[in-house]
């Protein structure tokens, strides 16, 4: 008989997810950035990324959130194709809002979310649509991970619809004007992790590059040789604009880039980039239907099926299981 | 060089203001307040009264929405405390600052030097940003208590007007000054000599926007 993962471990874990992603900063984030202070030279940006190592250590000596502005918090839901939910999927999205609620209050966390319109604040960080939450599948196991993010929102994203013409010195211009624009006065709260998607449709052009910048860690590396060599390459490129942390003088902009792509219309070439900043919120945990819960911040999310590019997927591992 | 660190009251007297130079690192003692488009919409547009003595209570007027709860007795817990962007509340600053006499606004990213010269120069007040950003959870220890909270039914938790008393609250980087300069103005100006050679050998989008500039030395704000 197929065993369920029980809802209650769903949502205890959820709201232990929402502490840890609002307090500790991921070690591959803290790793970069200490990496990127050791090699600043800019008096104002030293500063400034001393401060933010300090500021790491007191949110997780008091257990307090490390950035005023908790960001928006999102899901993303991973399951193994044997992975089964007590109470079915409308239970997990159930106990997904309901730690978002709670956890909101007992952080604290700030409740960011409003109705565009009319500006409605349940206090919680529910509402319509919110919190996201999206899924993605494996063709095994019979676990499921949960993955929270909470990304600031208004500043350091962008998207353009490029053309093969534009080619990759278009794709360079607009990452550039994107560091550019919102890296004066750190709107973006850089350095940061950047993310760009390449291609898709519009939209899936967004959710790549956000995918890009908040489900990889500082470190990883597209599976294709040429497109890792361009996230080193652009990496470089936005390091050597001579803008640091809060747009003072300074050489460390880019803590890490990642690009992530998906096959688009044969006659564009959309491209988004996005910024995830000095706060790179997230947290990730798999449970199993025996009760076990493992705790890590690699959402190790862009496998080999996420990138699959033919019809049928039949990898030799299959067979041995 | 190491930049300067500097403890100023929240209700600063101006010579005290004048001591201060771009760059310098502020801790701040004393009441502070959060106002922002909600406080600013309700005070300025609805006029409705404002519930504190100002300046004389507070001269601070802090760009922030704290990550905060108010329990069920009706007191507070403040974890992390950060700003939010001010160049949005250009709009209203000029009004909120003439009715407050407010000596310090505290935010992200800062105001032009052309508000600097307008009306904060004038108005014997300067700029203080917030570091990082952000430095929410030092910022959130230099909270000694939660003085009130008001508007909080009226605006939610995230727009309310928090009242906070501030024990060397910081750090904060002064960003204008009574010449009405910008330290961020001051960086870009820096930055802007290099842009020429990163771009090298870019060229503009096949398909362009209504409004594009091709001046990297222009900000967006």
Known sequence: ?321 | MKPREIRLSTTPTPEAIAELRLGDIVYLDGLMYTAREGVYMRALEEKANIPMELPSESAANFHCSPAARINADGSFDMGAVTATASFRFAKWLPEWMAKTGAKLIIGKGGMSSRDYKEYFVPNGAVYLSTVGYGTGALLGRGVENVEAVHWNEELGLAQAMWVIRCNKMGPFIVASDLNGDCLFERENAKIAENIARVYEGTKPAVLKRYGETDDRSDEVI
Request: with cysteine; proline share 5%.
């Open chain 1, 1 to 321: 008989m197929t065993q369920h993962i029980p809802l209650s471990l769903i949502q205890s874990t959820a709201q232990t997810l929402m502490e840890k992603a609002a307090i500790e900063i991921p070690q591959d984030y803290l790793d970069g950035l200490k990496r990127a202070a050791d090699t600043e030279d800019g008096d104002l940006s030293s500063f400034v990324l001393r401060a933010m190592l300090d500021n790491y250590e007191a949110a997780k000596e008091d257990r307090r959130a490390m950035c005023g502005d908790t960001g928006v918090p999102r899901w993303f839901v991973k399951l193994g194709n044997d992975a089964r939910v007590e109470g079915g999927m409308v239970a997990l999205e159930g106990a997904l809002r309901r730690a978002t609620a709670h956890a909101t209050n007992s952080v604290p966390l700030r409740p960011n979310r409003v109705h565009p319109l009319w500006r409605t604040d349940h206090d919680n960080n529910v509402g319509i649509g919110a919190p996201e939450i999206e899924y993605g599948f494996e063709p095994s196991g019979d676990w499921i991970d949960l993955i929270t993010v909470h990304k600031g929102g208004l500043f350091g994203t962008d998207y353009r619809m490029l053309f093969p013409s534009d080619g990759i010195q278009g794709i360079k211009r607009f990452y550039l004007d994107s560091l550019m624009a919102f890296g004066k006065r750190g709107l973006a709260c850089q350095p940061a992790i950047i993310g760009i998607g390449l291609g898709g449709s519009k939209d899936i052009c967004m959710t790549l590059g956000k995918r890009a910048s908040v489900l990889r860690t500082v470190g990883s590396r597209n599976s294709d040789p040429r497109i890792a060599a361009m996230e080193d390459e652009f990496k470089e490129l936005g390091n050597s604009i001579g803008m640091g942390a809060m747009g003072f003088v300074g050489k460390n902009m880019v803590i890490d880039c990642n690009i992530e792509v998906g096959y688009c219309h044969t006659g564009g070439m959309p491209m988004s980039v996005h910024a995830f900043c000095l706060s790179s919120r997230r947290a990730v945990a798999r449970l199993w239907p025996d009760g076990r819960v493992e705790y890590r911040t690699d959402p190790d999310w862009f496998t080999p099926y996420q990138r699959r590019e033919t019809v049928d997927w039949e990898p030799v591992q299959e067979a041995a299981e």
